[in-house]
């Protein structure tokens, strides 16, 4: 390190003055990292305020504001007389590494059931955070009543500041879940009481809490395949030990289930629209899985993702509804019938597992915040709620029959199916396109699809893609398709095309 007179000789710091980053900042941390970096070693003294700031070509304020942040860090000392020094108990406190080898630390051990579920895991790329086509699980963010959400969540904040900025319950706040089981009541024919609905940070957490709750390490849980990922990868995340249990058009093949496992400890369906492949469970499945769960003396976890969205047909009765025996956990969200950014979601629970359920919530989070829950509750009590839920059915039936009608032309190719609700559909292939093969390339168009194969647990015979609809306006739709049949007429022809023998190769005769 060369010394003068004022100090060391700093390699050159480059501060950008178009940055947002303040210049002090930008001055603090690339004097902090150049410190613990070793280059500039302990006990060295820095250039004089007026020097540096001389050398960089910013104001001596600048300098000395960039001095005392780093004198507050404990990583210089400040003396009269002598100058702004590193401080010595940083080459106690750095960790030694060997030359031209990077510092590493010993790999932490993971418990059994981690190590376990990492094997496991299905990948599941970042959540979206933008509707186009064709991405599944995002409403329609253009039809959003954001004027009224905006107007409730502004009264909310002219609330006593006491009423507002405190902590809140852990198992959600009153409103809320009185708001919730009368909304179940009065449009999914649940009856419950609002004690028994749990506030949770989305569908995500649920499965977690009911994990937790009600299953050890190797518990058997009957899984719909092919079936939800995010919930498939919170049960395995608990140790659970996934069932695969095929899914025709009557929904969870029942039969199937208990020849496979006949003493599972829990089941996990998606009746009234099946992700992925969007069939409703039939009445008699619905009946012969409670009755399953009676005997096994199982739990059942019914996730209602999208169940408000019906269009062309009366919505069936939840399973919950028809549970007489107390053994149906429902969990609903708020990410699909409002918007994903709330991260707001809920258990309706059985009364017997009221009481564990509240005392684990208690005792392990401090609930999701108060200021969403408020606003939501407000959103329902005034019929905001109800008059969203209705336009949003208008909206996405019509999104739907605009993806049939484009897809029209694709058949043979894409054989889109209709559905009567929810978000998304699934568009058969022909056994000549590989699906995982088609989202690829249309990924590479700028086409999101998922692969039917993306998620199961097993092998599934269905070939095809899984095409979200709700979020993508029709014009959209129409592009997206257009671009979509664009690939499939290009790998198709491809793969029809013969292969061009060499020159000069010899025929063979037959």
Known sequence: MVKRPGGAL????????????????????????????????????????????RDIGVSRTTVIEAFDRLNLDGIVDSHVGV??????????ERPSATPHEPASGPTPPLARAAVAALSSLAERPRLPYAPHAFVTGLPAFDAFPMAQWS??????????????????????????????????????????????????????????????MLLDP?????????????????LLATGAR??????????????????????????????????????IMSIERRLALLRAAQRAGAWIVEDDYDGEFCFGRRPLSTLKSID??????YVGTFSKSLFPALRLGFIVAPPALVEPLTRISVAGSAGVPAATQAIVASFIEEGHFASHIRRMRRIYEERHATLLEAARDLRGLLDVAPTDSGLHTVGALPETLPERAVAEAAAARGIVVASVGRYAIEKVVRNGLVL??????PHEIRAGIRTLGEVLGDMSARRLRPIPRSPGRPRVAA
């Open 151 to 212: 107007r409730l969540a502004a009264r909310h904040w002219r609330e006593p500041r006491q009423a507002v900025m405190g902590y809140g319950s852990p198992v959600g706040e009153a409103r809320l879940r009185q708001a919730i089981a009368a909304h179940l009541g009065a449009n999914r024919g649940i009856t419950c009481a609002a004690e028994q609905v749990f506030i949770v940070g989305g569908a995500q957490q649920a499965f977690l809490h009911i994990g937790t």
């Open 10 to 53: 700093l390699p050159n710091i480059a501060i950008d003055h178009a940055a947002s980053l303040p210049i002090a900042t930008q001055l603090y941390v690339a004097l902090r990292d150049l410190i613990l970096a070793g280059t500039v070693a302990h006990g060295t003294r820095l250039p004089a305020t007026r020097t540096l700031a």
């Open 83 to 92: 100058g702004t020094v590193v401080s010595a108990s940083l080459d106690l």
């Open 218 to 234: 190797g518990d058997a849980v009957w899984f719909e395949n092919p079936g939800a990922i995010g919930a498939r990868n919170g």
């Open 468 to 473: 979200g609809f709700g979020g993508v306006r």
């Open 242 to 279: 996934l069932v695969p249990v095929p899914v025709d058009a009557e929904g969870l093949q029942v039969a199937e289930g208990m020849h496979r496992s006949p003493h599972f400890r829990l089941a996990f369906v998606t009746p009234s629209h099946q992700q992925p492949l969007g069939h």
């Open 324 to 329: 007489s025996g107390g053994r149906v956990l």
